[in-house]
């Protein structure tokens, strides 16, 4: 073999390795699909006064945790992913501290909220109030039908006897809830602090599940879940590092386009509001490559404009 065809040789095996490692980038750099609206899992639903829920919506995948957790009621529903994280939340307080929390109140029909509602609001005009002001300070506490939570199947109240009560905070168990249960994916919904934001009264009985990390975000901004939607509402994502994972953040979006893409989609969520909320979960080292890939893409394209280059040889 001559000088020159070794030489010719070594580049030639050279522009193949730049080929090949040119294809890795624009894998890389190629654009994510846009995300799956049949994905959409309604576990972060915006549910309140103003953003009601339709009378005939009903989850699909309600299981009862009566059996599994302490109740006061035969049956207990929420749906599968807060039953699962509520019935680990339960345990783990009975191995901690030997005590017993009960579940009052878990997933309730469009219909039994209309009765609750009405039966609320009848004994206090039974108590002599107005019918305007018995409204009033029933709806601060009962929901009206369509705009409990109750509905969604993701929230649940509890208590240590039977009854929900405000010394609920006050308890043993009230204080390790109020403590822990952003661990588990679940919220404090209706803050002391907060009730001009929520419109319902101080509940320290009512927790509602929204998963991990949305839990975990809310608990460090000291928001209420209203805070929480209209910061994404406005801002459009929200980023939060990974507690498991060094190096990982998750990049929470809302959008209401659906033809958006987003690289590494965990789920998508409507939220009542006419947007959806995409959970993601990206490696910085990989966020790191797509944007290097990208501007090797864009400066490449002049590169191998003069595409004569592995053609020489
Ligand atoms: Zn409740």
Not at 52 to 77: C, E, H, I
Not at 160 to 165: D, M
Not at 198 to 203: K, V
Not at 284 to 296: M, P
Request: charged share 20%.
């Amino acid at each position: 073999m001559s000088k020159i065809s070794g030489i010719r040789q070594y580049i030639r095996q050279l522009a193949l390795a730049l080929a090949g490692a040119w294809l890795i980038v624009l894998a890389a750099a190629a654009p994510a699909p846009a995300f799956d609206t049949s994905l959409d899992d309604e576990l972060l639903l915006l549910v309140n006064g103003k953003h009601t829920l339709p009378a005939d919506y009903q989850p699909n995948d309600l299981v009862d945790t009566a059996g599994r957790a302490p109740s006061k009621k035969g049956v207990m529903q929420l749906r599968a992913a807060a039953a699962e994280a509520y019935v680990q939340m339960m345990a783990d307080y009975k191995a901690e501290t030997g005590g017993k929390v009960y579940s009052i109140s878990g997933f309730r029909t469009y219909a039994y909220q209309s009765r609750l509602f009405n039966s609320k609001l009848a004994s206090r005009r039974n108590s002599g109030l107005s019918y305007g002001s018995a409204y009033k300070a029933t709806v601060m506490y009962t929901a009206l039908p369509g705009a409990s939570e109750h509905q969604t199947g993701l929230a649940i109240d509890l208590s240590t006897g039977s009854v929900l009560s405000e010394s609920f905070r006050n308890t043993g168990a009230g204080k390790w809830l109020m403590a822990n249960c952003w661990d588990y994916g679940f919220i404090l919904r209706y803050d002391e602090a907060k009730t001009d934001l929520t419109a319902i009264s101080y509940e320290p009985w009512h927790y509602r599940y929204v998963g991990l990390p949305h839990s975990l975000i809310i608990r460090d901004n000291n928001w209420v879940y209203e805070e929480y939607i209209s910061y994404l509402q406005e801002n459009g994502s929200i980023e939060y590092a990974d507690p498991e994972q060094a190096g990982c953040v998750y990049r929470i979006y809302r959008t209401d386009d659906i033809t958006d893409e987003y690289p590494g989609i965990v789920s998508v969520s409507s939220d009542n509001m006419g947007g959806y909320i995409i959970t993601t979960h990206i490696d910085r080292l990989d966020d790191i490559l797509t944007a290097w890939a990208e501007q090797a893409v864009r400066g490449g394209l002049i590169f191998f404009g003069h595409g004569a280059l592995l053609n020489v040889f």
